[in-house]
């Protein structure tokens, strides 16, 4: 049962301002052709949303409109921001956050999808369901959390912890880093967010998702002999050696991180996974044998 003051808190935030919602969302979707994140193909520039969340919240920025919020835009690269958002508590140090939301998309190809990915379209007349590249992940979020946060800003509700928003750059692509929230965390601008709780706001799919734990790059590198195919002997094969030590580590990974009793409860759709993704060397002949290679993938749950 909710406490009186909860109840009234809701009460005073009232419920999602559709319209404010859908007209955010359907600018951060305007602009996923250039959110794209795969380079060197795709660079994106998240300053375009990251504009579109500081206009939205400017009427109740300290900096802009006399209201409430902190606002910061943070970039590491040309183009390339983070914002954070901050509705002040009265208690120092009580804090809960809301962390994650990133401004980049995957790559759509246009050309294979039904409808135009690049701009906001519904399936509908009465427009229940949404159509378009970050719809769920994550340009949703980034206009869902930016309207809560608006929202604050405009009834000033008499909070004691502090509600801060952090919007991210660079979460679609691990080969270039300090862009984002690793930046963030380096320089201590979320230091202040480990004394309260922290809710990751991303996700793939459209319903409530309980337990996403973002993923984790790895490398993994086989140093052996090249020499001729026709000489075996002469040869230590750094491509066999490295799938013998995968099957090794996979294992482990299994036997250590198992799937939890109670996902089949909240309905995941798959456990904790360690696979392969990409796999490369400094290339030769098909009658080489290799003297090195590299084996990358992910750890996602």
């Known amino acids: 049962m909710a406490s009186p003051a909860s109840a009234s808190l809701k009460e005073a935030v009232g419920s999602l301002d559709r319209d404010g919602f859908v007209g955010l969302l359907s600018n951060l979707i305007g602009e996923t052709a250039h959110l794209q994140n795969d380079p060197p193909t795709y660079r994106p520039q998240e300053e375009r949303v990251a504009q579109h969340v500081v206009d939205v919240l400017r009427p109740v920025s300290a900096d802009t409109g006399g209201g409430p919020l902190l606002v910061r835009k943070i970039s590491y690269a040309e183009g390339r921001s983070n914002v954070i958002v901050e509705y002040p508590g009265t208690v120092p140090g009580r804090v809960v956050s809301f962390v994650g939301m990133h401004m980049d998309v995957v790559p759509a190809n246009g050309s294979e999808w039904d409808f135009d990915p ?155 996974t360690m696979k392969p993704t990409k796999w490369s060397y400094p290339g030769g002949g098909l009658n080489q044998i290799p003297g090195e290679c590299t084996i990358s993938g992910d750890i996602t749950g």
Not at 247 to 265: C, G, N
Request: proline content about 5%; charged content about 25%; glycine content about 10%.
């Open 118 to 272: 690049f701009s906001l379209t519904f399936d509908s007349e009465d427009k229940d369901k949404l159509r378009g590249r970050g719809t769920t992940d994550c340009l949703g979020h980034v206009a869902l959390v930016a309207q809560l946060m608006r929202r604050l800003g405009e009834v000033k509700p008499p909070l004691k912890h502090s509600v801060i928003a952090v919007f991210i750059a660079n979460e679609e692509n691990s080969s270039v880093t300090g862009i984002g929230v690793d930046g963030l965390v380096k320089d201590g601008l979320l230091d202040k967010l480990k004394t309260g709780p922290l809710f990751w706001i991303d996700t793939a799919d459209k319903q409530p998702c309980i337990g996403t734990g973002g993923m984790i790059p790895w490398h993994l590198k086989a140093t052996g002999k090249l020499f001729h195919s026709g000489l075996a002997h002469k040869a230590i094969n750094a491509m066999e050696m490295n799938m013998e030590a995968l099957k090794v580590i996979q294992k482990r990974f299994y036997t250590d991180f198992p799937p939890h009793e109670k996902e089949k409860v909240y309905k995941f759709a798959t456990p904790s």
